[in-house]
């Protein structure tokens, strides 16, 4: 990758003259935990791909990430749920349409095969609530569930769109979960009284938390307050969506991405985001293609040019290639 300035080289408060600190760089460990695969019909979400029959089992990946500073540890999504009896009624239907789905191990499985286990985790981050990535969160009993914006509103009163988007009221514990504010808005500050406001982050970042602008990314928080792990706004794909930008070596950070994109060929500009007619309406798979596609663009910016001037890895949530050709960074391997 060449070395190229972003057209905002003032993200991180440093001048453009200003060398980048990398003796200091503080890096995180990430592993991938597997966490169950479902199986997706291709056309709705490749715009090139007019075979119907065409479906791919993909993984529905975790990512643990260890803090070595503060000794913290956070998932970044939880995969299937282990028991898909214990999904709700009205999502059963649809789960048929995704089969053969497999669900063992699941991520607290992965962690226990790695010698870790649910209630030693301290945080997670869920990119969304759809049900392929909010497993099965009742195992982690210690941990602080941090969400994106307007959550809570769609846990609690649902929304009207693909035959997949039902919700669960008691998902999370919500005495601890924290959903985070729009950006623009202050951290921690109730909006439209919809804010899980029992935790504020500042209790687990130790620091104000608060997004700032992460060129070329949207809006970011430094969630350990020591610029090694970034929360991503990532608008598109359903309300309150999140990436994680973490920095796994010198000069080196992956971004998980989540449902952002949900195939490489998409990520690789080699074809678009697929829609289709459902009750007389044109859909996408996701809530807001534009925002989809302008978080899309985003990350192709990051994957091309960098972020701050350093590499930048592309992880998308169901990329089985990805999966299949990383078998290293599986826990307890690590990226
Ligand atoms: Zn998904």
């Known amino acids: 990758m060449a070395p190229h300035r972003t057209d905002n080289p003032i993200v991180d408060g440093r001048s453009p003259d200003q060398p980048h600190q990398n003796e200091d760089q503080i890096c995180v460990r990430v592993s ?4 169950g695969k479902l199986t997706l019909p291709e056309h709705f979400f ?13 993984p529905s990946m975790s990512f643990l990430i260890n803090h070595p500073p503060s000794g913290k540890r956070i998932i970044f999504d939880l995969g299937m749920r282990r028991d898909l009896a214990k999904y ?47 497993g099965t969160p009742s195992d982690f009993i210690r941990a602080l569930f941090i969400v994106g914006p307007g959550t809570r509103q769609l846990l609690l009163h649902g929304m009207k769109y693909h035959s997949a988007a039902h919700f669960e009221k ?9 959903e985070l504010p729009e950006p623009g808005h202050a951290g921690g500050q109730n909006v439209g009284g919809e804010q899980f406001d029992a935790v504020k ?15 070329p990314f949207e809006n970011g928080i430094d969630l350990f307050g020591d610029g090694s792990v970034y929360i991503v706004n990532s608008p598109g794909h359903l309300q309150g969506h999140l990436n994680l ?40 798979i996701h809530q807001d293609k534009p925002g989809a596609e302008e978080t899309l663009r985003r990350m192709m910016k990051a994957r091309k040019e960098g972020f701050r001037e350093e590499k930048v ?16 960074g599986f826990f307890p391997g690590f990226l």
């Not at 890895?313 to 290293?328: G, Q, S, Y």
């Open 32 to 35: 991938v935990l597997e966490a």
């Open 46 to 58: 490749c715009a090139d791909q007019h075979d119907k029959n065409v479906r791919n089992t993909v």
């Open 88 to 134: 709700p009624p009205e999502i059963q239907p649809h789960l048929q349409t995704r089969q053969p789905i497999f669900t063992i191990p699941d991520v607290s499985d992965s962690l226990r095969s790695g010698g870790l286990d649910p209630k030693d985790i301290d945080a997670v981050v869920l990119s969304h609530v759809h049900y392929d990535h909010v």
């Open 201 to 215: 982050l500042e209790s687990f970042v130790g620091t104000a938390a608060a997004w700032q602008p992460l060129a």
């Open 313 to 328: 890895e592309i992880i998308l949530a169901h990329d089985a290639n990805w999966a299949k050709e990383h078998r290293e």
């Open 245 to 284: 930008l973490a920095r796994v070596a010198r000069r080196r950070w992956v971004y998980l991405a989540g449902d952002a994109c949900h195939h490489s060929r998409i990520l690789d500009g080699k074809t678009e985001m697929a829609t289709w007619q459902e009750r007389g309406q044109l859909v996408c």
């Open 170 to 178: 008691d998902l999370l514990p919500f005495e601890r979960s924290i």
